[in-house]
């Protein structure tokens, strides 16, 4: 089984930043990509940014050039740095997680969610 712990969320004023963190725990072989989604009251959950094993990313057209999405192989965690934060980006964060285990199972994961909240 595997786990996945996310941090850093909080309240902050628009044009503010802040770090989600995600740690992915457990019988872990490999994880392949790495997500952080969002879903704001009323709406969709969506995705934000994903990071593949090998660094190449991708972004919602929402957060170009606001947010960056990294990740430590080694600690088996992503980040997501939200800079220039808007009302809008309102939502609970959550992260996902691709992996194969080591029994060589290969399932999805996600974490339990992290509320981010800006205030105008």
């Known amino acids: 089984q595997v786990q996945l712990v996310e941090s850093g969320g909080g309240l902050v004023q628009a044009g503010g930043s802040l770090r989600l963190s995600c740690a992915a725990s457990?019988?872990?072989?490999?994880?392949?990509?790495m997500a952080w989604h969002r879903q704001a009251p009323g709406k969709q959950r969506e995705l934000v940014a994903a990071i593949t094993s090998g660094g190449s990313t991708n972004y919602a057209d929402s957060v170009k050039g606001r947010f960056t999405i990294s990740r430590d192989n080694a600690k088996n965690t992503v980040y997501l740095q939200m800079n220039s934060l808007k009302p809008e980006d309102t939502a609970v964060y959550y992260c996902?997680?691709?992996?194969?285990?080591?029994?060589?199972?290969?399932?999805?994961?996600w974490g339990q969610g992290t509320q981010v909240s800006v205030s105008s």
């Open positions: 996902n997680a691709d992996v194969r285990s080591n029994d060589f199972r290969r399932d999805d994961y």
């Open positions: 457990g019988s872990i072989f490999r994880i392949n990509t």
